[in-house]
């Protein structure tokens, strides 16, 4: 086959990254036709030739089948996290002498950005899946959306709780998942992370 328009390769492989991420899956013939404004017999084409060196692996029998570099790339990348210790311990922080350990998890399955590990302590959230004893993997940022579960900073304690700000009542409503506890109400609090993932024993 000859030598293919780089131009071409690069907007095929930028496409097939870009819809990756996005969706988790890699397009199909027609849809990276749709997004790259290629015809749908020069897209096979370029996939052919782009299989035959080594650019993408492809089986053109399946759906969904395109793995580009990068996507090889980010399926082994892994990102170091600290494992914090209890999240009813104090305020969560990074100093060397406050991780108990790091681990390594794979990008591919959990994403990019930073993060640290909390162990669960207590019954507060058992209704949403996190038990005592649980690690607990916090995605570190400084905002949450409403409903979603949060490392809250009240004064010098934090806790693990759903969040639901009332800003027409001038306060926050941090909910347990517990059917026996009660909502805690407060005027403020500081979001340290949104809790993503939750790794525990099976019984």
């Known amino acids: 086959m000859r030598t293919k328009n780089t131009e071409f390769i690069t907007k095929m492989e930028?496409?097939?990254?870009?819809?990756?991420?996005?969706?988790?899956v890699s397009p199909t013939v027609i849809e990276i036709a749709e997004g790259t404004g290629m015809?749908?017999?020069?897209?096979s084409r370029y996939l052919q030739y782009m299989r035959e060196?080594?650019?993408i692996n492809y089986d053109s029998t399946?759906?969904?089948?395109?793995?580009?570099?990068?996507?090889?790339?980010?399926?082994?990348?892994?990102?170091?996290?600290?494992?914090?210790?209890?999240?009813?311990?104090?305020?969560?922080?990074f100093?060397?002498?406050?991780?108990?350990?790091?681990?390594?998890l794979p990008v591919s399955l959990f994403g990019s950005g930073s993060f640290y590990f909390l162990r669960a302590n207590g019954d507060s959230m058992i209704n949403a899946g996190i038990d005592d004893g649980d690690l607990?993997?916090?995605?570190?940022?400084?905002y949450a959306e409403k409903g979603q579960i949060v490392v809250?900073?009240?004064e010098d304690e934090a806790t693990l709780k759903r969040y639901y700000p009332e800003p027409s009542k001038r306060r926050i409503r941090l909910h347990p998942e517990n059917d026996s506890m009660q909502?805690?109400?407060?005027?403020n609090c500081i979001i340290q992370g949104v809790a993503v993932k939750v790794i525990k024993d099976l019984r």
């Open 14 to 24: 930028q496409f097939i990254d870009a819809f990756q991420r996005d969706n988790g």
């Open 39 to 43: 015809s749908k017999s020069n897209v």
């Open 53 to 55: 060196n080594g650019i």
């Open 62 to 93: 399946k759906r969904r089948s395109i793995e580009t570099k990068e996507a090889r790339r980010t399926k082994t990348e892994a990102v170091r996290v600290p494992v914090l210790g209890s999240v009813s311990c104090g305020v969560p922080k």
């Open 95 to 104: 100093a060397e002498e406050n991780i108990e350990e790091y681990v390594h």
């Open 136 to 142: 607990v993997l916090i995605k570190q940022q400084a």
């Open 152 to 154: 809250a900073l009240m």
């Open 183 to 187: 909502d805690i109400y407060v005027d």
